[in-house]
């Protein structure tokens, strides 16, 4: 029987046989070595990460950009997750398979979590898909690998327990990856990561007792955080009605930003993407977003990676203000990936984020769409726009213990896998990742050295930022 490619990039896909497909990726294993993975070594003429840094930041709202740097400074994980760019010129410029998947493109371990799909149920999945775009898939796996020897330094364990973490990331990776290379294209398509099978992972024996207690009070917690939650949380009454509450520099109503006439040529700004990007749902979707009015706007500062981004908050009422929609719109520029692996098949940035992120996800919000719009500085800017908060859960890799850390990273593994696996080849990512230990052991390595040089790159950015060369404000919130 044969089967088609998977081609991410959208063109015409080559038919071949399953067995066809299986020695494509092990004959790549002969033009890079499975072993290769485990070298970093990028030289002395090593591009200045502080220089990338700031060629970014030049892109973004200036005054928040001390926020950025500030955060980034706060240890070598919040650098890391501000440093997608510096670690795609690292992996960008080395020899990688070709073998293409859909990329994450900012794969660190805090970016999985936990998700409600549009049937209500809680799932396990990728959250963030700001740099997304086709690329080699171990590219992926490296940013998550190295997110978790970084996160394990932090935490103090020793390198056995910290090479054990890595290399069980990698293995359920490859684990999943197999038993994917052997199910049927719909079945790939319609697999999920939900929060039974997360459970049934987990160990019955102590500590694992510890670990189910601790999973399900996150399990709990993540079904509470509701867009009525965050309505509570993020408006209060003015003049009887509801509005955005203030919170600077993170949170910042449209009404406290700008003189009169400048807010008003802002907030048509805004009500003109929410009300265009709409056109990029299907039909039901518009239906449903039409039986909300906009009543109030606001600025927020998000992330670590994308602080300085425009990104608005947007507060909507359905039947009364006890009916609440909060979305975000939140600026898409090029992926960080883009000058390595080449442009995105979508002109506009924010349909590129919304393409990738459907392709990876198993549970979409239905309220995922994009729109370009012409700012008020006269600049064409592209948006996505989601649901705020819907059941969201993060994981607090700062109190795991090293076994909690161990298992949480092999179900990222696994939901990396889930995720290539629907826009790649399963059957040859399986075949050059194989069965045996090889890619779990160069990939520690890897991380290993790449951690090195993070903490260096954190070195580099505090002494800037001592020399006053870029700057941190003192109180990143």
């Known amino acids: 029987m044969r089967d088609t490619v998977p081609d991410p990039l959208g063109g015409a896909a080559e038919r071949r046989s399953p067995a066809e497909r299986a020695a494509h990726g092990k004959a790549v294993r002969r033009r890079l070595p499975r072993s290769a993975h485990a070298r970093f070594a ?29 955060r980034m400074l706060e ?94 990331a990698v293995e359920s990776y490859r684990e999943r990856m197999q038993l994917f290379a052997g199910m049927g294209t719909l079945d790939i398509w319609y697999a999920q990561d939900d929060t039974d ?45 509801r509005r955005i509450a203030p919170d600077p520099p993170l949170i910042t109503p449209l009404r406290d930003l700008l003189p ?52 608005w908050v947007i507060l909507a009422i359905g039947r009364d203000d006890q009916d609440p929609l909060l979305l975000q719109a939140k600026e898409a520029g090029p992926s960080v990936l883009t000058p390595y692996a080449g442009a995105a098949a979508h002109d ?44 969201k859960g993060i994981a607090r ?16 593994g696994a939901s990396l896998a889930r995720a290539h696996a629907r826009s790649g080849d399963p059957v040859a990512l399986a075949a050059y990742a194989g069965t045996g230990e090889a890619l779990d052991r160069a990939l520690a390595e890897f991380a290993e050295a790449y951690a090195d040089r993070n903490a260096l790159d954190h070195q580099a950015l505090a002494a800037a930022a001592a020399e006053g060369r870029v700057p941190a404000s003192p109180h990143p919130g």
């Open 348 to 391: 506009n940035q924010g349909q590129r984020v919304v393409a990738g992120q459907r392709l990876m996800q198993s549970a979409g919000d239905i309220l995922l769409g994009w729109e370009r719009v012409v700012g008020i500085d006269g600049r064409q800017r592209d948006f996505y726009v989601r649901q705020l908060r819907d059941w």
């Open 42 to 70: 990028p030289g002395k003429k090593r591009f200045d990460p502080v220089d990338l840094l700031e060629r970014q930041s030049a892109e973004r709202v200036q005054e928040l950009v001390p926020i950025r740097y500030g």
């Open 197 to 241: 099978q997360l459970t049934a992972l987990l160990p019955e024996e102590q500590p694992g007792a510890g670990i189910r207690k601790r999973t399900g009070k996150a399990l709990a917690k993540a079904r509470t955080r509701t867009t009525a939650q965050a309505f509570d949380k993020l408006t209060r009454l003015v003049d009887g009605q």
């Open 75 to 168: 240890s070598p994980f919040r650098f890391y997750r501000g440093a997608a760019g510096i670690m795609a010129a690292d992996l960008g410029t080395a020899p990688h398979t070709g073998l293409t998947t859909q990329l994450c493109g900012d794969a660190h371990l805090l970016n999985f979590r936990l998700l409600a799909s549009p049937e209500r149920h809680l799932v396990f999945d990728i959250n963030d898909f700001d740099e997304t775009l086709p690329g080699p898939f171990e590219w992926d796996l490296k940013r998550l690998t190295a997110s978790l020897e970084i996160v394990a330094r932090a935490r103090g364990f020793s390198a056995a327990k910290r090479g054990a973490i890595v290399r069980g």
């Open 397 to 412: 890799p700062d109190t795991m213990t090293a076994e909690m850390l161990r298992l949480f990273a092999r179900v990222c």
């Open 260 to 311: 009169d006439a400048r807010r008003a040529e802002l907030e048509a700004t805004l009500r003109e993407l929410i009300r265009r990007y709409g056109e990029s749902l299907p039909a039901e979707r518009r239906l449903l977003l039409s039986r909300f009015e906009v009543v109030d706007m606001a600025r927020k500062v998000v992330g670590v990676g994308s602080v300085g981004t425009r990104c």
